[in-house]
């Protein structure tokens, strides 16, 4: 009678050891489940933030078909983007916008540098991402010596000259970035004044 009591008492043990086994993938399985309901809903189309701030803005959006695909977003309701928040998205996608023909132009970031980007002239703002143009001199060390060092924090999306014969630099990039090459020349642009040598016109007709 005693061992069929003790039998017993394996038995159901086991079963509830089994139970508990058999719960176990089932609780993993809701949490994952729980996780990636959590990163769909978090991933915000791009078309719909485009749509969100041609509302709040006015601004026509015209979409390279390129474009697509979800943002995610934490901590900031999408209902809130603003048009500098918008650059800044797209940025991190390598996506950008650039404004001419009265659209804002919604293209991949590597073909920035072939539109009619704003071109700065003095200490105008515009937002962090948006792709500007600027042309820099460079008053005491040849500017084509600076190319070299510049070049690793130029985007792929960006481009950077040297224009030898009057010691000037020619940059397309962010705004944000062409800010801080601005601040990196004066930082290394010291010493004694450079004249660069004269350049002679050339007749390309012959």
């Excluded at 176990?24 to 309901?37: G, I, Q």
């Excluded at 980007?117 to 500017?143: D, M, W, Y």
């Excluded at 002679?200 to 012959?206: C, I, L, N, R, T």
Aim: glycine residues 6%; contains cysteine; proline residues 7%.
């Amino acid at each position: 009678m005693k061992r069929t009591w003790i039998a017993s008492i394996a038995s159901v043990l086991l079963s509830m050891t089994g139970a508990a086994h058999a719960e176990s993938p089932s609780a993993e399985t809701t949490s994952d489940a729980s996780a990636d309901a959590e990163h769909v809903e978090n991933g915000v189309p791009i078309s719909r933030l485009l749509a969100t701030v041609a509302k709040k803005t006015g601004k026509k959006f015209v979409v390279d078909p390129h474009v697509r695909g979800d943002a995610e977003i934490v901590g900031q309701d999408a209902a809130n983007i603003s048009y500098g928040d918008l650059l800044t998205i797209l940025h991190v996608y390598g996506y950008t916008a650039i404004e001419y023909g009265g659209y804002v132009n919604v293209i991949p970031a590597a073909g920035a540098r072939q539109l009619p980007v704003p071109q700065l002239s003095g200490r105008e703002n515009h937002p962090e991402a948006e792709f500007v143009s600027k042309v820099i001199t460079v008053k005491n060390v040849p500017a084509a010596h600076l190319v070299p060092l510049l070049r690793p924090i130029i985007p792929q999306s960006g481009h950077l000259v040297a224009l030898p014969c009057v010691n000037k630099l020619f940059i397309v990039d962010s705004f944000g970035n062409v800010q801080r090459i601005q601040s990196v020349i004066e930082a290394l642009d010291v010493g004694e004044p450079y004249t660069p040598e004269k350049c002679e016109a050339h007749d390309f007709s012959k």
